[in-house]
């Protein structure tokens, strides 16, 4: 165990990161070292939808974060810890395993919170804290598709090691949606371009292009089906064990037309405010860096207005690298008409 509670604050780069990932597991050490660089924070920071929510859910709620003390899980360049410190909390401890926590440092001091906030360099699983029990633990954890590359594990360990009864965790309720949407011509360019690779068959790509779930920007017109919400975690209660599951769903029709995929999305709330917030990042919402995530069916559905898509999202941590996903969606289409009857089942993996 990494004891950092008693490394000097002030004195920035204790030690390397690349030391402290000595023994961690290659897909860790990737991991980390990729919230190193500043870009990918500059990124989540310029995600107003984001960021806009989760200073929201703390400016509002002085009266919450008063005297507390405050446990920000995977703290970054420390934002959420500085808007808890001015929320009036009486202490943050901010963690982080990656080296932009000696920037995180440097901002919390040059705004004058330096006194407010202890920022310890490890992991979350690892670090000893300087308060035994925490009030309330806020965290953004989330990845796409929700789960990938997230540590929403980690902030199950905070929460179980560290929140004191009755203690508040902001967010507090995640919920997965699914759709399917008409995409023909992104379909064709993607998948079928391995059909015909300058006149060879190239159909042992398509397997992989196939189970390669696309993280990207779906236009509103493009949802055949209404949405449905398939899964919802409340942080408070759910387990690790939770995070491998298999829920059904059924996709409504709203107009006549082909369903090439299905996508997926999430929303999330901050319930236990006094005016709960949430925020979507569906295709109907504003941009938020984790878009959508598209899984192109093998099939192509002929579907009325009216039918409906039925099937199971199953999601399971990979055994070797529990950070990638083993995702499969069956699905099962009737239709009195059966030349457009189908029903099948795809693998993906998102590594
Ligand atoms: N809270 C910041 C950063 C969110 S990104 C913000 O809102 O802008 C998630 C951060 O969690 C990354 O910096 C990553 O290094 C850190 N992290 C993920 N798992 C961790 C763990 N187990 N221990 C410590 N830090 C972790």
Same mark, same amino acid.
């Given at each position: 165990?990494?004891?950092?509670?008693?490394?000097?604050?002030?004195?920035?780069?204790?030690?390397?990161?690349?030391d402290r990932m000595v023994g961690m597991e290659h897909a860790e050490v990737r991991y980390f070292?990729?919230?190193?660089?500043?870009?990918?924070?500059?990124?989540?920071?310029k995600d107003d939808v984001r960021t806009r929510s989760y200073r929201d859910s703390i400016y509002q709620n002085r009266h919450i974060f008063k005297d507390k003390v405050v446990l920000d899980v995977?703290?970054?360049?420390?934002?959420?810890?500085?808007?808890?410190?001015?929320?009036? &909390?009486?202490?943050?401890?901010?963690?982080?395993?990656?080296?932009?926590?000696? *920037?995180?440092? /440097?901002? =919390? &001091?040059?705004?004058?919170?330096?006194?407010?906030?202890?920022?310890?360099?490890? *992991?979350?699983? /690892?670090? =000893?804290?300087?308060f035994p029990k925490v009030d309330i633990i806020i965290s953004e954890w989330m990845g796409y598709f929700l789960l990938y590359e997230s540590m929403l594990d980690t902030v199950l360990y905070a929460r179980d090691t560290y929140l004191v009864p009755g203690g508040k965790i902001f967010p507090d309720k995640a919920t997965m949606y699914v759709a399917g949407i008409e995409d023909g011509e992104y379909k064709d360019d993607k998948i079928g371009f391995w059909d015909n690779v300058y006149g060879f068959d190239y159909s042992p790509m398509k397997e992989i292009a196939l189970t390669e779930p696309?993280?990207?920007?779906?236009?509103?017109?493009?949802?055949?089906?209404?949405?449905c919400a398939v899964i919802t975690l409340d942080l408070n209660t759910?387990?690790?064990?939770?995070?491998?599951?298999?829920?059904?769903y059924s996709l409504l029709a709203r107009r006549n037309d082909f369903v090439h995929a299905l996508i997926a999305w999430f929303d999330i709330e901050f319930s236990e405010c006094h005016k709960p917030i949430r925020f979507s990042t569906g295709p109907h919402a504003k941009y938020t860096h984790w878009k959508q995530t598209v899984f192109y069916l093998p099939d192509v559905l002929t579907v009325e207005e009216g039918e409906s898509v039925s099937g199971y999202l199953e999601n399971r941590p990979n055994d070797k690298n529990k950070r990638d996903l083993d995702i499969t969606f069956t699905y099962n289409f009737e239709t009195p008409d059966p030349t457009r009857s189908a029903?099948?089942?795809?693998?993906?993996r998102m590594c």
């Open positions: 165990m990494m004891d950092v509670s008693e490394t000097p604050q002030a004195a920035g780069g204790i030690s390397s990161s690349a070292t990729s919230y190193d660089h500043h870009g990918i924070h500059e990124e989540m920071l995977g703290c970054g360049t420390g934002i959420l810890s500085m808007f808890a410190a001015r929320a009036g &909390a009486k202490h943050v401890i901010g963690v982080d395993m990656s080296s932009i926590i000696e *920037k995180a440092r /440097e901002i =919390v &001091a040059v705004n004058g919170l330096a006194d407010k906030i202890t920022l310890l360099q490890g *992991k979350m699983e /690892e670090v =000893v804290l300087p696309l993280v990207d920007t779906v236009e509103m017109k493009a949802l055949v089906t209404d949405p759910v387990t690790s064990a939770d995070l491998a599951f298999r829920v059904p029903q099948g089942s795809c693998f993906y």
